[in-house]
């Protein structure tokens, strides 16, 4: 049997198969039993009807070949074509197999079988390892019957014997070097080691005279190299290639004083190289060497057919990338752990590890360095792994570990620590410095859970893991070195059983995503932006809605995690690009200054077709590119400066203008906020035309500790305007927030207060009839802070605008003041969200006045505002 042909499961018997054919046949008496021995052997081994020892017409022994008369010239047909069938007597037409006797020139086994098709499975592999140990045997018998036959003669003399007795030892050592060799291939010992131990035991076996293996490269187009080499001087590597190609690739060439000797080696059959000897002091090899050329030869050829092989079992085993195990692997490997589990005790964890950054990294820099990355970061997960813990990769730049200890779920928690530290260290790329973060999600083995299962715990717990991850990236102190370099550190969560509906709702949401492009599912809203000097509206944000078929109106919040992971979110997002260029170029009509501003998410920011997709929806639109405000994440601050630079250049060359979202953020820390991104000054290199000031900043301004922020505010109004960036604040929701903004000289903002999202209907009346846009300046007002004095005033004088109340409490004072604001002004509209406390410019004790947060219709804000200019 073939040992070359093996799986890994069954090199062990092969080794033992090997014992028991060398033994059965060295315990022939004779050649002619050896031959004999050969065929039962076989006919055994694979179940055969017949099997046939020949040299050419010539059958030397066989066993099914009746008693009176051999079907030779069947059999030398046979032989001749490589297989077919022949007729035997008593036993009908037989079809028939032919193995070659390597070491045996022109001799074959004939194997065949009464009424079969084809040849069974693991025939070829069977016979060809009996044909190898049958011409090492029956050479190694031919040195003796060689030796005892001069003896008898006595013709030859002393040196004739010893060259006798050197010509046996040769042959002795080349049978115990290829029971050696054999098992060490069964012990699966490293290719290159088996490929230097061949040259050097021929080279051994040839009085030290130098060897040289020549194979075909498949990285070079199969081009010959020298792989080993040993020998002191050694050959000369063109000499041993212009030997190899001379070969011709078959057979042997005994050389001479010009050209060495070489035997072919091969692969299953196919020519890929020679074993070269140096006969150039020697002259041509003799038969004994010429065999120990061969048989070594051979050796070389069984390794590379075993490694070919190995290979190709690992290659369905494992990712090519990374050579880890793939998932079918990892499976087959958790299930044997689980069932080891329940009767060793031992625990087993999964940890399902998900790449942050990564997608940035492929998208940047190419899928060339995406691929180097992922392959350091495999090796950077077995460095993290104990003796036989597992990890595999899943695909795309997601893996996962198996862990067995006693405690799994504290192993896995260390292990996870391990992973993150490991994994987030800098690594260079293509003449980068890139980062990446992991999230880790981990299952413990239940009773009665399964691999698939377990798998399935740990990919959800790494979502939740992910969402908790990107949470901390953006509402977050973290100042971890990845944090600031724009690489989201990542978490490690515990599997808990609420999270598989999570993980159920975020399957079916993905999936209906799909779907839901095609089917023309989402819409958009838009939200006034307004100009806080007179209220006009300027610009309308265009807001993502998903109204599902069964979910109902979705939020960009429910679902824009899972898009990202979708392959429908770039035709999503060029959707909304030619959506909202389309509505803009309608409304221009009505309000010609009118701009409309889309979000891009990071990711579709750093792709290389995004540029493409806003000049295309801008092309179809006919809309002028200046009324597009492209609102990109200030997280993109952490990239590498030049590739966002180039990035942000090609899409300024649409024409559309830049603002980067989300910009001066307050994260908690502690008992206190840190502002994140509180400078303007690296946007100088960069080509953006403003900032967005984050919804938390602006929360504070008129908080009870809001100096800090609006101070904050007042001095990035101030370095925008000597830049020339715009300045926009967002989530204005309190009048006294308004008011701060004008202060600090911020002159454009959105929120609730000012407009909430509505749809294309709503915005597009409220147009039509004039009640939104640029408005001419109304008659002085008060201010607000003036209402409570208005109100405290009439309290005193018994003013009858302050209400039907006959004694004038303070209570109806201060209700009355949004009344008397109304009567004087106009209706003032209707609180949607409550109402904010306005302190009363008096004493102590003094009530505050309630005025709405929102529903301000934007006419009532002109009226409002105008007492402030």
Not at 455 to 468: G, I, N, Q, T, V
Not at 507 to 512: A, I, R
Request: aromatic share 2%; hydrophobic share 45%.
């Amino acid at each position: 049997m073939d040992v070359a042909a093996l799986s890994p499961e069954q090199l062990g018997h092969a080794s033992t198969l090997l014992e028991h054919v060398l033994t059965e046949l060295s315990a022939g008496a004779s050649e002619r039993d050896v031959l004999n021995r050969s065929a039962a052997l076989v006919a055994d081994l694979v179940d055969a009807d017949v099997v046939a020892v020949c040299e050419g017409a010539h059958v030397h022994g066989g066993v099914g070949l009746g008693q009176r008369f051999l079907p030779e010239r069947g059999l030398a047909r046979v032989v001749r074509d490589g297989g077919g069938s022949f007729a035997v007597p008593g036993l009908g037409r037989v079809r028939a197999t032919v193995v070659e006797v390597p070491a045996l020139e022109g001799v074959h086994i004939v194997v065949g079988w009464a009424e079969a098709t084809e040849t069974p499975e693991g025939v070829l592999a069977t016979a060809t390892l009996v044909a190898r140990v049958l011409g090492l045997v029956v050479l190694g018998r031919h040195g003796r019957e060689r030796e005892r036959w001069h003896r008898q003669q006595g013709a030859q003399g002393v040196a004739e014997r010893n060259r006798l007795q050197q010509a046996l030892r040769q042959r002795e050592q080349v049978l115990t070097t290829s029971v050696r060799f054999q098992r060490a291939v069964s012990s699966r010992r490293p290719l290159p080691e088996l490929l230097v131990q061949i040259a050097t035991s021929s080279s051994e076996l040839m009085d030290g005279r130098a060897v040289t293996l020549v194979l075909a490269d498949p990285r070079s187009q199969m081009q010959m190299r020298v792989v080993a080499a040993v020998g002191d001087p050694q050959l000369a590597p063109e000499l041993a290639l212009a030997a190899t190609s001379a070969l011709g690739g078959f057979g042997v060439a005994t050389g001479d004083a010009h050209v060495p000797a070489a035997a072919a080696v091969h692969i299953n059959g196919r020519s890929v190289g020679a074993l070269v000897l140096d006969t150039l002091a020697s002259g041509p090899l003799d038969p004994v060497g010429t065999t120990v050329l061969r048989a070594f030869a051979e050796h070389a050829s069984m390794a590379l057919s075993h490694a070919d092989t190995v290979r190709a079992v690992e290659a369905a085993s494992s990712d090519s990338l990374t050579n880890l195990p793939n998932r079918a692997t990892l499976l087959r490997h958790l299930e044997v752990s689980l069932r080891v589990t329940e009767s060793d005790g031992i625990g087993t964890a999964v940890l399902f590890v998900d790449l942050n950054g990564f997608k940035r990294i492929n998208d940047t820099l190419g899928h060339a360095a995406g691929d180097e990355v992922l392959s350091r970061i495999a090796r950077r997960l077995r460095r993290c792994l104990r003796g036989d813990d597992l990890a595999a990769r899943l695909g795309g730049d997601e893996f996962a570990l198996v862990v067995r200890d006693v405690e799994p779920a504290r192993a896995a928690a260390r292990i996870a620590a391990r992973v993150q530290a490991d994994v987030s260290q800098p690594l260079e790329t293509h003449g980068q410095s890139v980062r990446v973060g992991a999230s880790i999600g981990i299952a413990v083995a239940e009773p009665g859970v399964g691999a698939a299962e377990m798998l399935r715990r740990a990919d959800s717990a790494m979502y939740r893991a992910k969402a908790e991850s990107h949470a901390l990236g953006t509402g977050s102190s973290d100042t971890s070195h990845s944090a600031r370099e724009g690489v989201v550190a990542g978490r490690v969560v515990l599997f808990e059983a609420d999270m598989h509906d999570a993980d159920r709702l975020r399957s079916q949401l993905e999936h209906d995503l799909l779907r839901a492009v095609g089917d023309d599912e989402f819409e958009l809203a838009y939200q006034p932006i307004v100009r806080l000097g007179d209220g006009a509206v300027v610009g309308a944000e265009a807001l993502l809605r998903w109204r599902h078929r069964t979910r109902g109106l979705l939020e960009p919040g429910a679902f824009l995690a899972g898009a990202e992971r979708s392959p429908a979110v770039e035709e999503l997002w060029r959707w909304v690009l030619r959506t909202a260029c389309a509505q803009a170029a309608a409304w221009r009509e009505q309000v010609p200054d009118l701009s409309i501003t889309v979000n891009l998410s990071a990711a579709h920011v750093m792709t290389r077709g995004v540029s493409d997709d806003v000049r295309n929806a801008l092309t179809a639109a006919s809309l002028d590119p200046t009324a597009l405000v492209l609102d990109i994440p200030a997280d993109l601050l952490g990239e590498d400066p030049d590739m966002l630079a180039a990035r942000l250049k090609k899409l300024r060359a649409t024409g559309a203008r830049i603002l980067l979202d989300d910009f001066a953020t307050l994260r908690p820390d502690g008992d206190s906020d840190v502002l994140v991104n509180h400078s303007l000054a690296p946007l100088r290199q960069l080509p953006v035309d403003g900032v967005k000031l984050d919804r938390t900043l602006i929360a504070e301004i008129d908080g009870p500790d809001g100096a800090d922020a609006l101070a904050a505010v007042r001095t990035l109004c101030e370095l925008g305007a000597a830049l020339d960036l715009g300045v926009v604040a967002e989530g204005v929701e309190r009048t006294e927030q308004v008011l701060l903004l004008q202060e600090a000289g911020c002159s454009v903002a959105q929120g609730i207060l000012l407009g909430a999202p509505r749809s294309v209907a709503e915005l597009g009346a409220e147009l039509t009839a004039g009640e939104l846009g640029p408005v001419e300046k109304l008659a002085t007002v008060p201010a607000l802070a003036d209402l409570a004095d208005l109100a405290g005033l009439a309290e005193f004088t018994g003013d009858p605008l302050e209400g039907p109340g006959e004694d004038g409490d303070d209570a109806e004072a201060a209700l009355d003041a949004q009344s008397l604001f109304a009567r004087e002004f106009g209706p003032v509209g209707v609180a949607r969200e409550g109402t904010v406390a306005v302190p009363v410019q008096g004493g102590p004790g003094e009530a505050p006045v309630p005025v709405p947060i929102s529903g301000v219709r934007p006419t009532d804000l002109r009226r409002m505002l105008d007492r402030s200019r």
